[in-house]
């Protein structure tokens, strides 16, 4: 306490004067409107401008958790969305169903459940392109599990370990898949020759096919997709090899080198209908 009193009447003059000038301030910005409304203003601005900086700041740190949870409600919808065409594609047109009855209907198990993951590693090495996961077997991930992204199909769940999972994409020479037009019930072969990360080809439609650029090229019989997920768009006229069949280029609706955010599709039906095919095949 005596070392406080020393400092204090040591330093009193100094103690004194920033006293005097804090009154002298306060007597000139309450006594005149004009520097009262210098002084708010310019403390709006700081205070608005640290406010800015904090809100940056923390919103750079929790834009991780931000993701995760939209990719979590992301996952909820698609869910509801693919039950909705469900329900909605079972109706005939004398059903009395309503999108009200639908939701209120609670103990509807949906088939398409939806695993959000990130993206950790994409490899473009070549031919041999392979997308790693952050999910794997402790989250529900599985092997031939199908993966899109919010703008279409990304690929198939190739191999998974406790906590990853690794994917074959659309481009690469392995995928396949069965596709049609949007307006067509003629089905053709989705594949990737290799030559651009942004085109893949579909193969085998009949000659007699009609199609035009920026045409809509969805998903069709699937043991892992639902029907009628946009893998992209006709963009050209293609080689074919056989003239009973014509091929054509597609725009793949997925872009692979922004790619970030995928769900994994887990389809409740899927393992029982992998043992009845594989039965009839012995």
Do not use: C
Request: glycine residues 6%; without cysteine; proline residues 2%.
């Amino acid at each position: 306490m005596r070392n406080l009193f020393n400092f204090i009447i040591r330093n009193s003059h100094w103690l004194v004067a920033i006293l005097l000038v804090a009154f002298s301030f306060y007597l000139v910005f309450t006594h005149n409107s004009y520097q009262r409304s210098v002084y708010l203003t310019s403390a709006n601005r700081v205070t608005g401008w640290l406010y800015t900086v904090s809100g940056d700041v923390s919103s750079f740190f929790l834009l991780k958790r931000n993701n995760r949870e939209l990719l979590e409600r992301n996952a909820q919808l698609e869910q509801e969305l693919y039950a909705l065409r469900d329900r909605l594609g079972n109706q005939s047109p004398t059903d009395s169903f309503t999108v009200e009855a639908f939701i209120a209907d609670t103990t509807a198990v949906p088939q398409f459940t939806f695993i959000p993951a990130e993206v950790v590693n994409l490899s473009f090495s070549g031919v041999n392109n392979f997308i790693t996961i952050n999910k794997g077997r402790n989250q529900g991930v599985k092997q031939d599990m199908g993966v899109i992204s919010h703008r279409g199909v990304v690929g198939v769940v190739s191999t998974v370990s406790a906590n990853f999972a690794v994917v074959i994409p659309v481009i690469n020479p392995k995928f396949r898949l069965s596709v049609r037009l949007k307006d067509s019930d003629n089905n053709g072969s989705l594949s990737w020759n290799g030559n651009n990360i942004r085109e893949a080809q579909v193969q085998e439609l009949p000659r007699h096919e009609t199609f035009n650029n920026g045409d809509t090229v969805l998903t069709s019989f699937s043991r892992i997709f639902p029907k009628n997920l946009v893998i992209g768009r006709v963009s050209g006229l293609g080689e074919s090899a056989d003239d009973n069949f014509v091929t054509f280029n597609l725009e793949l609706a997925t872009d692979f080198y922004t790619l970030q955010d995928v769900l994994v599709i887990n389809d409740r039906y899927y393992e029982e209908q992998n043992a009845l095919e594989e039965k009839m095949k012995q």
